[in-house]
């Protein structure tokens, strides 16, 4: 075997992690809304419905870290709030707000999460 192929085998095998979603941030994990969580890392993720690019945020709160996708309410939030891009999230604290919004997939409504404030 090719080393470039053996080295590649060898990544790819040394964790399940990256092949096992991530832990992403729900309702549960925001005990009130002065829970800060604080933005480590930007990415980006396809949307579901309109398949353009959205903002994938990765959140520390405490000694956990959590996968936080960005739908336009949210971003609307960071852009009126004086965040002039994305990449301008990294080291702020985020706090969020849990609301009631409908669900289409299951036609009724579910608590979800709405950021409330950055510092």
Known sequence: ????????????????????GANFLKVDNVKDENDAFVVLEIGEYQGELDNSPKPRLTL??????YT?????TNANFCKNAGIKT????????MFFKKVLVRSPSK???????RISKIL
């Open 1 to 20: 075997m090719p080393k470039f192929e053996q080295q590649k085998q060898t990544d790819i095998s040394d964790s399940w992690e990256k092949f096992c």
């Open 60 to 65: 520390g709160h405490g000694d956990d870290s």
């Open 68 to 72: 936080f996708d960005m739908n336009v």
């Open 86 to 93: 994305p990449k301008n999230l990294l080291g702020k604290k």
């Open 107 to 113: 036609n009724k409504e579910v608590e979800s999460l």
